[in-house]
């Protein structure tokens, strides 16, 4: 071990040290949670569907609206101006273009909340207010994420859902980010400019792996909630033909 330890070179020790792979290693095996999600399966299945895509994008609505508002509303403080990408990042807008896509120019009337979603939307508020260093770790969660395994994603749910012309789809676009890989090394390279304590880093650290945790619980909701819906579906219909449980 000891002589392992000697073989690192400076360089390897200094990122040990820096907040973009500390970040990355402590919420790594709530990646793999997140990843394993019934909802996240059955995107890596290509078998999303429209009713399962429809509530995410209601979900995300509430997300990005709280984490944007937040960010824009703390964007000179020290810890979020070094990651404050608005032109580059910001999803609201897209996820409004690709509600009115499903739901009609009346979508504001129709779009449903789940519970999980308004806990994580109180939450990224509540740090906006209090402690707004800890908004790193929810951007980092939600962006990162939408820049790397969020790409391939879009791609699926395009196939699956038969969509056209991108259609439905703006939320996976980053007009404003020509290389995602270089985007994301800007990005983690900005993250290790923030200066922080050693309570603050700890912090963050922890808000990060609870960024997944909220995003797991989001994704568990919404499956709980189209399983409730089928089911009732299904038990209305007993008495006729059989009914596809993706035909919501
Ligand atoms: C990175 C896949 C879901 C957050 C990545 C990477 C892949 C990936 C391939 C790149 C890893 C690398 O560059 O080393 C997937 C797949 C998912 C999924 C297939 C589900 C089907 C999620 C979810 C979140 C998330 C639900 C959070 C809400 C992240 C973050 C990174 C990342 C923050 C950046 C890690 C870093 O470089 O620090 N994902 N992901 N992912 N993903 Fe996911």
Redesign the pocket.
């Known amino acids: 071990m000891e002589t392992e330890k000697k073989t690192h070179t400076a360089a390897e020790q200094m990122t040990d040290r820096d907040l973009?792979e500390q970040?990355?290693k402590v919420?790594k095996e709530s990646?793999v949670r997140?990843?394993n999600?019934e909802l996240?399966?059955s995107?890596?299945r290509g078998k999303v569907t429209l009713p399962q895509y429809k509530l995410l994008l209601c979900s995300l609505y509430e997300i990005y609206q709280a984490l944007e508002e937040e960010l824009d509303r703390n964007s000179d403080h020290p810890s979020v101006a070094p990651i404050y990408f608005p032109a580059e990042l910001a999803r609201l807008k897209s996820i409004e273009k690709d509600l009115e896509y499903f739901y009609g120019q009346d979508w504001r009337e129709k779009i449903v909340i789940p519970a999980a979603t308004k806990r994580y939307s109180h939450r990224l508020r509540q740090i906006g207010k209090e402690n707004p260093e800890f908004l790193l770790a929810h951007a980092?969660?939600?962006y990162?994420?939408d820049l790397?395994?969020?790409q391939?994603?879009g791609r699926i749910a395009q196939k699956s859902m038969d969509l056209k012309n991108g259609d439905g789809l703006s939320f996976f676009a980053f007009p404003g980010v020509s290389s995602p890989n270089l985007f994301?090394q800007l990005y983690?390279s900005r993250m290790n400019s923030v200066e922080l304590t050693e309570e603050e880093r700890n912090g963050v650290l922890e808000e990060a792996v609870r960024?997944?945790e909220f995003?797991i619980q989001v994704?568990e909701d919404l499956q709980k909630m189209l399983t409730v819906s089928d089911n009732t579906l299904q038990s209305s219909m007993t008495q006729s033909k059989p009914v596809k449980a993706n035909t919501l």
């Open positions: 973009s970040i990355k919420t990646h997140a990843e999600t996240m399966l995107f890596q980092y969660t939600r990162l994420g790397s395994g969020g391939v994603l994301k983690r960024a997944f995003n994704f």
